[in-house]
């Protein structure tokens, strides 16, 4: 199994920034793509950002020019560096990895469980 530990969250002001850090534990063999997802009340869960294995990276139209994903890939760790934060940002964001236990097996969903970010008006 993989573990996926959340870090980062808190309350900021418009404007402010955060970082966001996920590290990947466990069995881990290998990691192909990871990133971010959120989910604000009352919204379904929504993409926020993905990173691949080679650091091709897609964003959602909402953060794009704001938000910055990079990995380290020793320490098997994405970061989400979120900039100029509004309000609509409020959400709790869900680390995502596609990551393989071993050579045989096929690469599968992890989830971290989530860290809240609020920005104030």
């Known amino acids: 199994q993989v573990q996926l530990v959340e870090s980062g969250g808190g309350l900021v002001q418009a404007g402010g920034s955060l970082r966001l850090s996920c590290a990947a534990s466990?069995?881990?063999?290998?990691?192909?793509?990871m990133g971010w997802y959120r989910q604000a009340p009352g919204n379904q869960r929504e993409l926020v950002g993905l990173i691949s294995s080679s650091d091709r990276t897609n964003y959602a139209d909402s953060v794009k020019g704001r938000f910055i994903l990079s990995r380290d890939y020793a320490k098997n760790t994405v970061y989400l560096q979120m900039n100029s934060l509004k309000p609509e940002d409020t959400a709790v964001y869900y680390c995502?990895?596609?990551?393989?236990?071993?050579?045989?097996?096929?690469?599968?969903?992890?989830w971290g469980q989530g860290t809240q970010v609020t920005v104030s008006s």
């Open positions: 995502n990895a596609m990551a393989r236990v071993d050579y045989y097996s096929f690469s599968t969903n992890y």
């Open positions: 466990g069995s881990v063999f290998s990691i192909d793509a």
